[in-house]
């Protein structure tokens, strides 16, 4: 199993590069090379991504590079594979993962954690905006399409799903404390 560690803001150099690498990388033959250019550089042309790393709460799979830049079966809080964060609680803001660390099942492992967080915090629904990327892991895990929409992104147009997920309270739940996550 990956280690799921608690995000901080010093992580802001790593999340971004997990961002960027992951729009770049996995994007093609979903998006046209304008909008990956766009999605791709909005994480360093803009502090979305650092004030939702404050105000939020995010989990992160780490993993540890082999000798050639290869993700291998140990694991270190040093380096980070895929993040998940909510901003507020209620709403899942960002999802990547790092293509060499895809099919992993990191990022349903984070959405679990995360899911099991958000009730414990008493959230009863989630939200998100779903990318051509998100939308059929989300499907898979029991979101819902609320709504079809385009945005204009750094320029560009973009198609996304508005979705929902109805979340019961937590068997056994004790309150916010009980989360318990390896180094948070």
């Known amino acids: 199993m990956e280690s799921l560690r608690v995000l901080r803001p010093g992580d802001l150099d ?8 992951a729009v770049i990388s996995q994007a093609q033959g979903l998006y ?3 909008q990956i250019a766009a999605w791709s550089n909005h994480a360093t042309s803009s502090n979305t ?3 939702a790393l404050q105000r939020g709460y995010g989990l992160a799979s780490c993993g540890k590079l082999g000798q050639h830049g290869q993700a291998t079966g140990q694991t270190s809080p040093a380096v980070i594979e895929a993040f998940g964060l ?3 609680v209620d709403r899942l803001s960002l ?3 790092r293509a060499r660390s895809c099919r992993q099942g990191r990022s349903s492992a984070i959405l679990r954690a995360l899911e099991l967080y958000a009730r414990q915090q008493g959230c009863r629904q989630w939200r998100t905006e779903a990318s051509q990327l998100s939308k059929p892991l989300l499907l898979r895990l029991g979101w819902c399409i609320d709504a079809e929409e385009t945005v204009i992104f750094a320029g560009e147009s973009f198609q996304r799903w ?8 937590s068997p056994g739940w004790t309150g916010p404390n009980a989360v318990k996550t390896p180094g948070g």
């Not at 790593?14 to 690498?21: D, G, H």
């Open 14 to 21: 790593q999340v971004t590069a997990v961002y960027r690498e």
């Open 32 to 34: 046209t090379p304008a």
């Open 49 to 51: 991504i650092k004030e």
């Open 86 to 88: 909510l901003d507020p």
């Open 95 to 97: 999802l990547y993962c």
């Open 162 to 169: 508005r979705m929902i997920k109805t979340l019961s309270p």
